[in-house]
């Protein structure tokens, strides 16, 4: 008797010139929000120094600022990585799970080795083992 369980199925992205474009114009919106909210942090630095705010604000403000510079560095990395990337090339986009049915005496590594391409937002290949 066949029992199903959920297993992970990788999805992975085919390089194409659209998905360059498109995923170039999401980070580039990533890092204009992020510098629009570096340059708010900034000023609010800048009026809690001039207001003589407690020690602790300050710190909060700071801390919140480098979290962002950390972000800002990982998107312009992001960015290279993405330039460097060659047609045709398969990248890893997320997990999702799905259903399988196993069998007494089924292969238990093939049955948990699944795959999803995905190729200008259509399935163009499906992995099993």
């Keep these: ?27 580039q919106e ?9 340059a708010q942090i900034d000023a609010q630095l800048k009026r809690a120094d001039g207001d003589g705010a407690d020690r602790a604000l300050r710190q909060q403000l700071s801390a919140e600022r480098q979290k962002r510079v950390e972000r800002r560095a990982k998107l312009v990395d992001d960015m290279k990585e993405l330039a460097r990337l060659a047609p045709g090339a398969e990248i890893v986009q997320g997990t999702i799970e799905g259903p399988v049915e196993v069998r007494v005496g089924d292969d238990w590594d093939r049955l948990f080795s699944a795959e999803i391409v995905i190729e200008d937002g259509k399935v163009v290949a499906i992995r099993e083992g």
Aim: glycine content about 2%; charged content about 30%; cysteine-free.
């Design 1 to 27: 008797m066949p029992l199903t369980v959920r297993r992970p199925v990788t999805v992975k992205v085919r390089i194409t010139e659209n998905f360059q474009r498109a995923m170039g114009a999401q980070l």
């Design 30 to 38: 990533a890092l204009r929000r992020l510098d629009a909210e570096l």
